[in-house]
């Protein structure tokens, strides 16, 4: 099992930076891909990204491609998500997640994860 801490959230304006940081409790944290996803008030939880266990391979919504980057340190136990160009509808909590090896569901959906942090506010004025 795996326990999971987001921070770094806050309150940026449009055009700025941010970058969000998850911790993993545990030592098999390298055996997890993981995945971020956010969610705004009154809406479904939404697939931001995902970096394969060793880091190699990303994906991510067409809606944050070419703006956001994850990237994943396994000795620190720790998963990030860049975030540039932010605009007020990047607005949202946003949750890190951890997947087993054995489910075999899409990292795009949030079924394909075990594991959930308790996620951080990103709150972007315009």
């Known amino acids: 099992q795996v326990q999971l801490v987001e921070s770094g959230g806050g309150l940026v304006q449009a055009g700025g930076s941010l970058r969000l940081s998850c911790a993993a409790s545990?030592?098999?944290?390298?055996?997890?891909?993981m995945g971020w996803f956010r969610q705004a008030p009154g809406k479904e939880r939404e697939f931001v990204g995902f970096i394969s266990r060793s880091g190699s391979t990303t994906y991510y919504a067409d809606s944050v491609k070419g703006r956001f980057t994850i990237s994943r340190d396994n000795t620190k136990n720790t998963v990030y998500l860049q975030m540039s160009s932010l605009k007020p509808e990047d607005t949202a909590v946003y949750y890190c997640a951890a997947s087993n090896l054995n489910n075999g569901n899409p990292y795009y959906t949030p079924v394909g994860y075990d594991y959930w942090g308790q996620g951080t506010q990103v709150t972007v004025s315009s």
């Open positions: 545990g030592r098999t944290f390298s055996m997890y891909t």
